[in-house]
C-alpha cells in the first residue's frame, strides 16, 4: 500500500494522477477463512482491522451486501462524544474517542476527527441535575466533561438563543474533545487498511444463511457462493435480527427508521456539537458548511431507509427556536437509516447461542463514536473469547435483569 | 359557583374566520355498551338526545350526545346541568357496567364560523374535511394537541381540546385566521 | 408517513394520529414462567423484514388498540382487526400468502 | 455580454421597470424579470464563485436546475443566504449580493486554488493533512471550512421578519407539473370527477411547449394552456396552484407541496411559505425533462449555457446572454435556440453538433436560415477568463490534440441532450430503466413505487417519462466527453457539477481508485451533493464513471433520489410553531394568578409550574427557605392541579389495581387513601401516588404530574389487549379538578374559617381519610395526605372554581401569613421527611426494595406488573445500591448527582464507587445540608462515614443516616 501524505500528493501532481492504487482490492471470495465478518459497515470493518493489528489474524473476509460503509455508517450525523453515564457505556465509548484521536494516523488515511467539543444542553431543572450525575461520573471514569453556565453556552455558540421564551438554556454538560468526523472515510479508511493486511472486502455480496455443524458455525451462504469460516462475526446494525433469524436465535432488537437531513452549506456559523434533548433536535455544521441535522427515530419496524415526515418538523421546529437564524435556511437533502434499538438502548457485544458466532449490534442510534473502541472489543472478544470492554455488553444481559440504561437522569442513548 | 369561570373567559376573534370560546359547557363522559337499550334510554333521559352513530353527534331537548369512542360518550349540556345529568344517568344505568363522569371543567369549547373555516382549521387538523357533513364528529390532533371537533351546521365548527391547552389551541388559532393567509381550498 | 384506518371506529388518519406499540400476540409470562419464557416475552422480537402483525392505538382519535399486518420492507398494509384477538384472522393470513407466496406464514 | 434585446419577451412587462441592487450597484429589470434574467439583461454575467477552486460563475440554467447563480438576497431580518436567481421572481428594491468571493467577486483571493487544481484532485483531504496530528483540528481545518461554505450565515441575533404556515389537503390525483402533459392529465382526471391538485413550480404554466411555440391538440400551446387552465380553475372539485413545487413524495402518498405565497412581494401582510402536506390517492409527476450540459474543457466559464434556457431568455424575457453566441448539441433541440436565436437578431457564427451529417427538420430549418453548422465536430476548449471570449473547435472524434478553428464569441449554448425528471417518481423506491435511444433513465412502469394497498401510488407523464414529444427529430448521440478522446488536461478541465468543481478528471480518478460503486464516487467526489443536487450533472457524471469501468450505464446505476426536489425554507417545515406555539404550554386554573404574582418558572412535561416564588429582591434560594419557614411554621398553598387524577371503576376495578399497583389495593376501604407504587414489567419503578377509595367499584389514582397520560395509555393498554373482558373503565380526570395543598400546623384553621359541611377534626378526618363536601361555597374532595410531614389538606374543586377557590384560601389565610410555595419547596420538604420523588431516586433502573419501600410491595400477591422481573438475580442481589440518608460531616450541601468513590479501578480502569447521590438541598428546617442517596448495601451500613465527590474535584465525607430527618414519629402530621 503506498502511503498518502502531501509530498505523495505533489509527486501524483506531476504526473496527472496516474499513480495512486485501488484503496482497497475488490477480490473473488475464498472457499474459507479464518474469520468472516458479516457486514462492512464501520464496526464490522473496525473489528477485522483489530482482528488483524492486535491479534495478527488476517485470513478474514468482510461481506458486504451493498457497497462498504452504505449502512448506517454512511448516514449518520457524525457526533463523536464519550461523556456517557454508566461504566460499561463511558468506558467503550471513551476507548473509542481515543482512538479516534490517532486514528487518521493509524490508518494513514484522513479521517478528519474535529474535536470541536460538544455540548449537550440543560433546559429543565431535570437536565441540569441529569446532566451533573452525568458529570461526576465522568470526573471517576476518566471522561473529560465539565457542566458549564449560560454565558459560556453562548460565548461558544454565539448563534444560539439561549434566552428562548420556552425553554432558555441553563447550563450545559460540554466535552471540549468530543466533535464529529468525517463518516465515510472511517470506513474508506479501515477498509483500505484491512485490504492492506490481505484481508478481503468483498462487496456486492448478501449473507443468505448460516451454516453450522454440532452447534457449532461452518460457513455462510451468500450470493457468491457458499464461504467456509472457522468464526463468525455478525455486524450488519439494522439487519442484526434477519441474520440472527438465520443463524437460529432472536435478539432483543427492533429495526426502526432513523432520520437525518442538510441545509444548504453556509460559511461557518457554529464550531461545536450542539445536542438539545428537551426539545429534541441536534446540529453540527460539517466542514463543507452544511448544518448536519439529527431526526427522531419513528416508532415502528421499518426496513425502507426512509422515515416519517413528521420526525423533521418536530426537529426543525426545536432547532429554530435554540436557533432562530435557521428560520431563513433551507433544507438540502432529508434521508433515513435502519436502526437497531436494543431493550435498554444499549449495544450488544455478544457470544451468541451458535458456537463461534459473535454478534456486535443494537447501538441504535448512537454508534458511530464507538466504531473504533467497538471494533477493538469485538475482535478481542471474538480472538480470546472475553473481553473487558464487551463484558457488561452480552445479550444476556435481559434476561439477568442487568441493564445498562443510559436514558435514565437526563441522559440519551446517542 | 357563580364565581366558575372557563378557561378563556369567553374570549372573542375576527379575522379568517369569527372565533369565540363558548364558555362554560356542561360536559358529561358516559362510558358502557352504547348497544344497549338502558344506555339509550339513559342518554334519552339525560339530554333527549339519541345514541349517537359512530362519529357522529346528535341534539335532543336538553343537550348533545356526541360519539366518542366505541364504548364512549361526551354528553354536552348546560353547564348548571351537569351534576344533574350525572345524576340521571346513574339512576337509569344502575346495575349496568356503565360509568359516568363530570368533565366539565376539563374541556374548553370553541366556535369557528365563516365560510373560510374549513381553511382554518385544514391548517392544523390533518382532516379531509371534503364531504364532512353537519352532525359529523372527529377526534384528532390540532397541531400538538389531541382535540375533536364536529361541523354545528353549514360554516360553523365546533372544537373541544383539553381546558389545559385552551390558550394555545385559541394562539394557533388565532395565529392561522390572520389575514393575508386565505387558502381557498375549500371556500373559494 | 403512514396512512391507517382504524377498524374501532373507520376512520382512516395519518400516523401522527396513532401510536405504535410493537409486536402482537405476545403472551405474557409472569411469575412463575422460565428465564427464557419471562426472556422471550420481554424482550425477542421477530423484527422480520416483512410481513410484521403489530400492536397500534388510535391515540388521537378514539382510543382504542388495534393490531394490523404490514410489511415492514414496502410499507403494505395488509389489515386491520380487533385487539380482542390471540392471532390473526384467517381472512388476513390468506391475503397475505396471496400477495406474498413466499412468506413463511404465521406461526 | 449578455443583454436586452429591444423587442420581445412574453413574459415580461416593459412599462413596469423595476429598480434592484446587486452587489450595492442599481440595475433595472422588467416586471415579470426572474432576478436571473434581470442579472443577464443588465449586463451581469459573473454571478458568483465556486466552492472549492473560486472559480467565477455565471448563469447556467432558466429554472430549479440552476447550480451556479445563487446569491444573498434581502437584509436584516429578511436576509437569506443560497437564494436561486433563475427561480427568484424580480420585485422593486430587491438587494442580492453574490457569495462565496473575498474580497470581492471581481477579485477573489480564494482563486487561487483554482491555479493549484493539481494539488486538489477529489479526496484529496483524505490523502493529506494527516500530520502532524494536531494540525488538522487548529490549522487546516479551519481553512478548508473558511473557505468552503457558501452563502453568508443569517445574523445570529434578528428573528425572521416572516411567518409561515402549513395546510393539510387531500385529494384523489396530484399533478405535480404545470406543462403540457400535467394540464392534460389534471384535465382527464377532472373529467372523471376525481377531486384533483395541480401544481407548478414556476409562476407561469405551460412549461416547454409555450416557450417553444408548439401546437396542442391543433392550437398554439399558449392559448390551449390558458383554455385549460381556465376549466380547471371553474372546476370546484379542482385546486389550481402555481409557485408550488412539489417537494417530495413520501409513503402511503403523502407529498409535500412547498408554497412561495410571498416570496415575490416580500412585506406583504401574508405568510411567506405555505407547505402543503397532501394525501393523495395517486401522484401524477409531469415534472418534465431537464437539459442536460456538455463535459467540454471551459465548460464552467460564465457565459456557457444550457441551450435550451439561452432559449427562455430570450423568448420569456427578451435577453441575449451575449451578441456572438455558439451552439453546441448533440441533438436537434438546441437547433431551436440557434433560431430563436437568430430570430432575435444575435449572431449565431456556428452550430458544433457532434453527430456527423444530422438531419431532422430543425437542422434543414437552421441551414435554411443561413446558419453554419459543423458537423462531426466539438468544443476542444472555451476560451476566456471571467467571460467567454471564443471557442475552440476540434474533430468530435479526436484527443482535441489539434484546434481545428477559434471562433470569436460571448456565449455559449449546450445541449447534451435531456434527462426526465424522475425524483417523484423515485422518492418513495420507484424504479429507472436505461432508454439507450433517449441516453436517459426513465420510469421502469412494472416496479413504481408501492402505496398502502400495495399498488404503484405514483405515475410519471409527458417529458418526465422519457416522452420529449420530438418525434420528427434526428437521433441524437449520446456524448459523455467532448472530444470523445480528449487528453487528460482537457478532462481536467471538464465540470461535471460546477458548483462543487467536480471534473471529468475527478470522477475518473475515484473509478481508478477503487470508489467504484456510484454512491463511493459521489461521496468521493461530492459530485451531486450541491444545492442543486445534480440535476445537471449526475447522468453525465454516471456515464464518465460507466466508461472509467469499463460497464454499462445501467450497471452503474443512479445515487439515491432524495427529498426536497429543491431546498425548501425550515420556516416553512415548522410552519406556525414558533414563539407562544411553539409547544403546546399547559396551564393550571391557577396559571394567570402565579404569573401575575412573580412565579419563577420550573417547565414540567409541558406544564409550567412555580418553582417559587421570589419577592423584590429576593434570591431564589431565600425565597425558597421563606416559602418553607412558613409552611413548617404556619400554613401554605401548593398548586397540585398537575397532579394525575384517574377514575378507574367497575366490578373488577380492584382487582385490575391489584394488578398495576405493587401494593394490594382491594383491601383499601371506601373513604381511605393509601401510598401506592407501580412498576414497569421489569420491576422498575415508574410512577406513584395516592389512591383513593370513593366506593366498593371506584377508585381515584393520584399519578405523578408527568404521569397521568403515560399512566392512564397504560391502563388502558391493559385493559384492551390483555384482561379484555375485565369489567373496568378508567376515566382520565385531571383536568376536572383544581387541586390545592393547605399545609401547615394552621391549615386546619384556615380551612375551618371557610365553613361548610365537612368536619375536619382530627377524631372526625383521620389522616389518610377523604371527604366530599362543601368549604366554604365550593364544590370540594378533601384529602388528608402529606408530601411534606406537616398537617396538610389535598382539596379539589372543579377547575372553572380553581382561581376562586385560592382566592379564599388566600383570604382566609391571610391573618396566619398564608403564601404560596413553589416546587422547590416541595421537593426540600419532601427530602427532610425522607419520600421519594419519582425523577430523583428513581431514574428507571431502581426497584421499590431498593428505596426501602418493601413494605409497599405485597407478598401475598400472586401477580402484578414488575412481580417476575424483581424475582431475576440482578434484582435480588444483596449487592444492589440502596436508599440511605447523608448527612455531611460539616454540614455542607453535598453536591448533584456526587458519587462515592472507592480507592480501587476496575478491569477498564475506572474509579470503582460505592454510592451516589440522588437528591441534595439545604435544608432550612434542620439548617444544614441533607441529601438521599443510593448506597452499596446502604441500610446495613447507618453510621459509617463515606467521601463523595465534590463539584470542585474534591472530596466531603457524609454520614450515612437514616433518610427521614423531620418528625421522624410523625407528630407533625397526625395532628
Ligand atoms: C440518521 C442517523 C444518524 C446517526 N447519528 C449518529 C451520530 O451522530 N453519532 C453516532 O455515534 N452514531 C449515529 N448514528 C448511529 C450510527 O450510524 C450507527 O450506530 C453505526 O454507523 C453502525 O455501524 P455498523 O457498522 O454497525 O452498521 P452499518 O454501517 O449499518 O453496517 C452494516 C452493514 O451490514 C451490511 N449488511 C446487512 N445485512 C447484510 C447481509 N445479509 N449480508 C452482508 N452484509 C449485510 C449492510 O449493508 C451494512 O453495510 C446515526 C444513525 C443514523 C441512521
Ligand atoms: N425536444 C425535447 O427534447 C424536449 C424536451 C423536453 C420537453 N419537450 C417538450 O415539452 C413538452 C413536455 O411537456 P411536459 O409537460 O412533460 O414537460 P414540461 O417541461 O413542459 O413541464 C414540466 C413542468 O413541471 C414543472 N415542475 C417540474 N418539477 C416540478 C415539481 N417538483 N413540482 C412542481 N412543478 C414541477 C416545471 O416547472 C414545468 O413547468 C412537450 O411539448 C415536449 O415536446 C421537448
Ligand atoms: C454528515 C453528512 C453530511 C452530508 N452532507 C451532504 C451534502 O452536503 N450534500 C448532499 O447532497 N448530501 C449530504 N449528505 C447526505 C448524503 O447525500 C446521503 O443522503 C446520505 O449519506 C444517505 O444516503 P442515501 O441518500 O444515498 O441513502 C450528508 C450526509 C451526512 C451523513
Ligand atoms: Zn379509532
Not at chain 4, 392512564?712 to 391493559?718: C, L, N, R
Request: hydrophobic residues 40%.
Amino acid at each position: 500500500m503506498k502511503r498518502y501524505s502531501v509530498f505523495a500528493i505533489a509527486r501524483e501532481a506531476m504526473r496527472q494522477h496516474s499513480g495512486w492504487d485501488k484503496a482497497w482490492a475488490s477480490p473473488e471470495p475464498k472457499t474459507h477463512y479464518d474469520v468472516v465478518i458479516v457486514g462492512a459497515g464501520g464496526h464490522g470493518l473496525a473489528t477485522a482491522y483489530y482482528l488483524g493489528k492486535n491479534f495478527g489474524i488476517t485470513n478474514v473476509a468482510i461481506i458486504e451486501k451493498g457497497w462498504l460503509g452504505g449502512g448506517n455508517t454512511g448516514r449518520n450525523t457524525t457526533i463523536i462524544r464519550s461523556n456517557y453515564l454508566q461504566d460499561p457505556s463511558a468506558a467503550i465509548y471513551e476507548k473509542a474517542r481515543s482512538l479516534y484521536e490517532t486514528l487518521s494516523q493509524d490508518l494513514n488515511y484522513n479521517v478528519m476527527f474535529s474535536p470541536r467539543g460538544v455540548m449537550m444542553l440543560a433546559q429543565t431543572e431535570h437536565e441540569i441535575r441529569g446532566y451533573k450525575r452525568t458529570a461526576m461520573a465522568n470526573a471517576l471514569q476518566g471522561v473529560e466533561t465539565r457542566f458549564i453556565t449560560p454565558a459560556e453556552v453562548k460565548r461558544i455558540v454565539p448563534i444560539m438563543n439561549i434566552d428562548g421564551p420556552r425553554y432558555p438554556v441553563l447550563g450545559a454538560l460540554w466535552q471540549p474533545r468530543g466533535g464529529t468526523a468525517r463518516h465515510d472515510a472511517v470506513a474508506w479508511g479501515y477498509a483500505r487498511a484491512c485490504s492492506a493486511m490481505g484481508m478481503h472486502v468483498i462487496q456486492n455480496c448478501e449473507v443468505i444463511g448460516v451454516e453450522s455443524v454440532g452447534g457449532q458455525v461452518s460457513a455462510v451462504a451468500t450470493t457468491k457462493g457458499t464461504i467456509g469460516c472457522t468464526k463468525l462475526g455478525i455486524v450488519v446494525a439494522g439487519h442484526s435480527g434477519h441474520l440472527a433469524n438465520m443463524a437460529g436465535f432472536r435478539l432483543p432488537v427492533e429495526s426502526v427508521a432513523l432520520q437525518a437531513m442538510v441545509s444548504e452549506p453556509i460559511k461557518p456559523a457554529m464550531d461545536c456539537v450542539v445536542m438539545a434533548n428537551t426539545v429534541h433536535g441536534y446540529m453540527s455544521q460539517s466542514d463543507k458548511g452544511e448544518m448536519v441535522i439529527g431526526g427522531g427515530a419513528d416508532h415502528f419496524n421499518n426496513y425502507t431507509q426512509r422515515g416519517s415526515w413528521m420526525h423533521i418538523e418536530e426537529t426543525v421546529r426545536a432547532l429554530i427556536e435554540t436557533f432562530p437564524m435557521l428560520s431563513r435556511l433551507k433544507m438540502l437533502r432529508q434521508w433515513g437509516g435502519i436502526v437497531d434499538m436494543t431493550g435498554d438502548r444499549s449495544p450488544i457485544i455478544s457470544k451468541t447461542p451458535l458456537g463461534n458466532t459473535f454478534i456486535n449490534c443494537g447501538w441504535g442510534t448512537g454508534g458511530f463514536k464507538a466504531i473504533p473502541g467497538s471494533g477493538w472489543a469485538m475482535a478481542e472478544l471474538m480472538a480470546k473469547g472475553a473481553s473487558p470492554l464487551a463484558e457488561e455488553f452480552s445479550m444476556y444481559r435481559f434476561r439477568e435483569g442487568r441493564f445498562i440504561d443510559e436514558s435514565v437522569a437526563a441522559g440519551v442513548a446517542h | 359557583m357563580s364565581e366558575a369561570v372557563s378557561a378563556l373567559n369567553g374570549a372573542h376573534f375576527a379575522g379568517l374566520v369569527d372565533l369565540a370560546e363558548a364558555g362554560l359547557k356542561g360536559m358529561v363522559t358516559l362510558r358502557g355498551d352504547l348497544s344497549s337499550p338502558a344506555l339509550a334510554a339513559a342518554v334519552k333521559a339525560a339530554t333527549g338526545a339519541a345514541v349517537p352513530a359512530v362519529r357522529r353527534i346528535e341534539a335532543g331537548a336538553s343537550g348533545q350526545a356526541a360519539w366518542m369512542s366505541p364504548d364512549e360518550l361526551l354528553l354536552i349540556t348546560p353547564y348548571a346541568r351537569a351534576g344533574a345529568v350525572v345524576e340521571i344517568l346513574r339512576r337509569e344505568l344502575a346495575g349496568e357496567f356503565a360509568t359516568a363522569a363530570d368533565v366539565s371543567d376539563a374541556r374548553a369549547l370553541f366556535k369557528i364560523r365563516g365560510p373560510q373555516a374549513r381553511d382554518v382549521l385544514a391548517k392544523i387538523c390533518p382532516v379531509d374535511f371534503t364531504g364532512f357533513a353537519v352532525g359529523e364528529l372527529r377526534r384528532t390532533r390540532a397541531a400538538q394537541v389531541a382535540a375533536a371537533l364536529w361541523r354545528e351546521s353549514e360554516d360553523e365548527w365546533r372544537l373541544v381540546c383539553f381546558r389545559s391547552v385552551a390558550q394555545y389551541v385559541w394562539d394557533l388559532l388565532a395565529t392561522v385566521s390572520a389575514p393575508g393567509g386565505e387558502v381557498g381550498f375549500y371556500h373559494r | 408517513m403512514l396512512l391507517l384506518t382504524c377498524p374501532c371506529c373507520g376512520v382512516t388518519a395519518e400516523e401522527t394520529e396513532f401510536a405504535n406499540g410493537g409486536e402482537a400476540h405476545l403472551k405474557r409470562f409472569g411469575p412463575g414462567s422460565s428465564d427464557a419464557d419471562y426472556e422471550a416475552y420481554m424482550f425477542n422480537r421477530k423484527n422480520p423484514r416483512g410481513v410484521h402483525f403489530e400492536r397500534w392505538r388510535h391515540a388521537y382519535g378514539c382510543g382504542k388498540w388495534f393490531l394490523m399486518a404490514r410489511d415492514t420492507m414496502t410499507l403494505e398494509v395488509y389489515g386491520a382487526y380487533p385487539a380482542q384477538t390471540t392471532e390473526p384472522p384467517a381472512e388476513i393470513v390468506a391475503k397475505i400468502k396471496a400477495r406474498r407466496p413466499e412468506w413463511e406464514g404465521y406461526k | 455580454m449578455s443583454y436586452r434585446l429591444a423587442t420581445g419577451g412574453r413574459l415580461i412587462d416593459r412599462s413596469r421597470p423595476l429598480d434592484f441592487t446587486f452587489n450595492g450597484k442599481t440595475l433595472r429589470g422588467f416586471a415579470g424579470d426572474t432576478l436571473a434574467a434581470a442579472l443577464l439583461g443588465a449586463g451581469q454575467t459573473l454571478v458568483g464563485r465556486s466552492f472549492k477552486y473560486h472559480r467565477p460563475r455565471g448563469i447556467v440554467a432558466s429554472g430549479a436546475e440552476e447550480p451556479n447563480a445563487l446569491v444573498g438576497m434581502g437584509e436584516g431580518q429578511r436576509f437569506e443566504p443560497n437564494q436561486r436567481t433563475t427561480t427568484t421572481e424580480l420585485f422593486s428594491g430587491l438587494k442580492a449580493v453574490s457569495q462565496n468571493h473575498w474580497p470581492s467577486l471581481d477579485f477573489d483571493i480564494g482563486a487561487v486554488n483554482a491555479k493549484l487544481w493539481r494539488f486538489f484532485p477529489a479526496g484529496f483531504y483524505y490523502k493529506m493533512f494527516i500530520h502532524p496530528r494536531s494540525f488538522w483540528k487548529h490549522v487546516y481545518e479551519p481553512i478548508v471550512r473558511q473557505s468552503a461554505g457558501l452563502g453568508k450565515a443569517p445574523d445570529a441575533e434578528t428573528r425572521d421578519a416572516d411567518r409561515y404556515e402549513q395546510f393539510y389537503a387531500h385529494c384523489d390525483v396530484l399533478v405535480a407539473g404545470g406543462g403540457i402533459a400535467g394540464l392534460t392529465a389534471a384535465r382527464a382526471a377532472a373529467a372523471e370527477g376525481k377531486r384533483v391538485i395541480v401544481i407548478e413550480q414556476a409562476a407561469h404554466w405551460g412549461g416547454r411547449a409555450v416557450v417553444d411555440g408548439a401546437e396542442v391538440e391543433g392550437q398554439p400551446a399558449a392559448g390551449w394552456v390558458e383554455a385549460v387552465l381556465g376549466d380547471l380553475h371553474a372546476n370546484p372539485a379542482v385546486t389550481v396552484l402555481n409557485r408550488t413545487m412539489a417537494a417530495g413524495v413520501h409513503d402511503h402518498g403523502y407529498v409535500l407541496a412547498y408554497q412561495r405565497v410571498a416570496d415575490h412581494e416580500p412585506g406583504a401582510d401574508k405568510p411567506r411559505h405555505r407547505l402543503w402536506r397532501v394525501r393523495a390517492g395517486h401522484v401524477i409527476a409531469a415534472t418534465g425533462a431537464i437539459e442536460r450540459p456538455l463535459s467540454f474543457a471551459g465548460n464552467d466559464l460564465p457565459g456557457v449555457m444550457l441551450a435550451a434556457a439561452v432559449r427562455d431568455y430570450v423568448v420569456n424575457w427578451a435577453v441575449s446572454p451575449g451578441k456572438r453566441v455558439v451552439v453546441v448539441t448533440n441533438n436537434d433541440d438546441a437547433y431551436r435556440t440557434a433560431l430563436a436565436l437568430h430570430a432575435a437578431g444575435v449572431a449565431v457564427p456556428v452550430i458544433i453538433d457532434a453527430r456527423t451529417e444530422p438531419r431532422g427538420a430543425l437542422v434543414e430549418q437552421a441551414r435554411a436560415a443561413g446558419l453554419r453548422v459543423a458537423d462531426g465536430m466539438a468544443v476542444r476548449s472555451v476560451k476566456g477568463g471571467k467571460a467567454v471570449t471564443g471557442v475552440e473547435l476540434c474533430r468530435f472524434d479526436s484527443d482535441g490534440g489539434a484546434v481545428a478553428e477559434t471562433i470569436a464569441c460571448d456565449a455559449v449554448a449546450m445541449s447534451g441532450g435531456w434527462s426526465p425528471v424522475v425524483h417523484l417518481w423515485s422518492h418513495c423506491g420507484g424504479k429507472l430503466l436505461w432508454d439507450e435511444a433517449g441516453a436517459f433513465f426513465r420510469p421502469d412502469p412494472s416496479r413504481p413505487p408501492l402505496g398502502r394497498d400495495g399498488q404503484g401510488f405514483v405515475t410519471c407523464t409527458g417529458a418526465a417519462n422519457g416522452d420529449l414529444g420530438d418525434t420528427d427529430a434526428a437521433p441524437m448521440m449520446p456524448v459523455w466527453m467532448m472530444p470523445a478522446k480528449a487528453d487528460y488536461l482537457l478532462r481536467a478541465k471538464m465540470w461535471l457539477d460546477p458548483q462543487n468543481d467536480v471534473k471529468v478528471s475527478d470522477v475518473q480518478l475515484a473509478a481508478k481508485e477503487g470508489y467504484a460503486s456510484v454512491e463511493h464516487t459521489k461521496r468521493y467526489t461530492t459530485l451531486g451533493m450541491a444545492t442543486d443536487q445534480g440535476k445537471l450533472s449526475n447522468i453525465n457524471g454516471l456515464a464518465i464513471l460507466s466508461d472509467a469501468l469499463g460497464q454499462p450505464i445501467p450497471q452503474t446505476g443512479t445515487t439515491t433520489f432524495r427529498p426536497p426536489y429543491t431546498p425548501i425554507s425550515l420556516g416553512a417545515i415548522a410552519g406556525e410553531a414558533r414563539g407562544p406555539i411553539f409547544q403546546p404550554l399547559r396551564r393550571t386554573p391557577m396559571h394567570a394568578w402565579h404569573e401575575a404574582n412573580g412565579a419563577h418558572w420550573e417547565p414540567v412535561g409541558q406544564w409550567r409550574r412555580p418553582y417559587c416564588y421570589p419577592r423584590d429582591g429576593e434570591s431564589h434560594g431565600h425565597a425558597v427557605s421563606r416559602e418553607i419557614t412558613q409552611v413548617r411554621g404556619s400554613v401554605g398553598l401548593l398548586d397540585a392541579s398537575t397532579l394525575g387524577k384517574l377514575l378507574v371503576t367497575g366490578p373488577d376495578a380492584a382487582k385490575f389495581l391489584d394488578m398495576l399497583y405493587t401494593n394490594m389495593m382491594s383491601t383499601l376501604k371506601p373513604g381511605k387513601c393509601r401510598y401506592g407504587l407501580m412498576c414497569n414489567e421489569n420491576g422498575f419503578l415508574s410512577d406513584d401516588g395516592v389512591v383513593a377509595r370513593l366506593d366498593d367499584q371506584t377508585f381515584l389514582c393520584h399519578t405523578t404530574s408527568g404521569g397521568a397520560d403515560r399512566i392512564h395509555a397504560w391502563m388502558e393498554d391493559w385493559l384492551q389487549c390483555e384482561w379484555w373482558d375485565w369489567k373496568v373503565h378508567v376515566v382520565n380526570l385531571t383536568e376536572e379538578y383544581a387541586q390545592i395543598a393547605v399545609v401547615g400546623p394552621n391549615a386546619r384553621k384556615v380551612l375551618e374559617k371557610l365553613g361548610g359541611d365537612i368536619d375536619l377534626s382530627k377524631e372526625a378526618f383521620p389522616f389518610m381519610d377523604w371527604r366530599e363536601g362543601r368549604l366554604g361555597k365550593f364544590r370540594a374532595r378533601v384529602f388528608r395526605i402529606s408530601f411534606s410531614g406537616e398537617l396538610s389538606y389535598e382539596i379539589a374543586v372543579p377547575a372553572s372554581e380553581g382561581q376562586a377557590f385560592w382566592d379564599a384560601l388566600m383570604q382566609a389565610g391571610a391573618e396566619f401569613g398564608m403564601m404560596p410555595y413553589g416546587t422547590e419547596a416541595l421537593h426540600v420538604m419532601r427530602a427532610e421527611k425522607g419520600f421519594i420523588m419519582i425523577g430523583d431516586e428513581t431514574d428507571g433502573t431502581v426497584i421499590p426494595q431498593d428505596l426501602g419501600l418493601d413494605w409497599a410491595v405485597s407478598k401475598k400477591k400472586p401477580d402484578f406488573l414488575g412481580k417476575r422481573g424483581m424475582e431475576r438475580p440482578a434484582m435480588t442481589s444483596a449487592d444492589r445500591w440502596k436508599l440511605v440518608g447523608l448527612e455531611t460531616l460539616d454540614g455542607s450541601v453535598l453536591a448533584d448527582g456526587a458519587l462515592a468513590p472507592l480507592p480501587g479501578k476496575n478491569v477498564n480502569g475506572q474509579q470503582e464507587t460505592q454510592g451516589r447521590v440522588t437528591s441534595t438541598y439545604f435544608s432550612p428546617t434542620l439548617g444544614r445540608g441533607i441529601a438521599m442517596g443510593l448506597v452499596h448495601r446502604g441500610p446495613e451500613r447507618m453510621g459509617e462515614v463515606i467521601a463523595f465527590q465534590t463539584e470542585s474535584g474534591g472530596r466531603v465525607e457524609a454520614r450515612i443516616v437514616d433518610p427521614c430527618f423531620y418528625d421522624k414519629a410523625g407528630e407533625k402530621q397526625n395532628v
